[in-house]
């Protein structure tokens, strides 16, 4: 029971407030008044916009490095990825519900969103 209610702290209407995540996605979590089925379709939506501004700034990055660079990016974004997979994995809790959902759903929009603006961050000291 505890980690189910630890999961419902962190679920999406405290990521509506995070910077980077669009306007689209706080006027969607706003007009989903907490239904749990109208906050995933907000997530998934950002979810595939947080995940091509990760692509975007990945490329941008890897154009500005020299090859040896790109083989050290290329094996650390593979780690995120299977890090990021195997740790949002463990938020959706068979027996958690549909918290437990939205709480891995979150996870992997939250861990998408922070790996786009540590890219872009990383493009900008290059």
């Given at each position: ?50 995940d091509a501004r990760l692509n975007e700034n990945y490329k941008k990055l890897m154009s500005k490095l020299s090859p040896k660079r790109k083989e050290q ?54």
């Amino acid at each position: 029971m505890l980690i189910v209610f630890g999961l419902l702290v962190n679920v999406a209407p405290v990521a509506a407030a995070d910077k980077d995540m669009s306007k689209e996605y706080s006027t969607c979590i706003d007009k989903s008044n907490g239904v749990t089925s109208e906050i995933l379709d907000c997530i998934s939506a950002e979810h595939e916009r947080q995940d091509a501004r990760l692509n975007e700034n990945y490329k941008k990055l890897m154009s500005k490095l020299s090859p040896k660079r790109k083989e050290q990016l290329l094996e650390a974004q593979r780690a995120w990825v299977k890090f990021r997979d195997a740790n949002c994995r463990f938020y959706y809790d068979p027996e958690g519900g549909s918290a437990a959902h939205l709480a891995g759903t979150d996870c992997m929009l939250q861990a998408t969103a922070d790996r786009a603006t540590e890219l872009k961050d990383l493009t900008q000291d290059e």
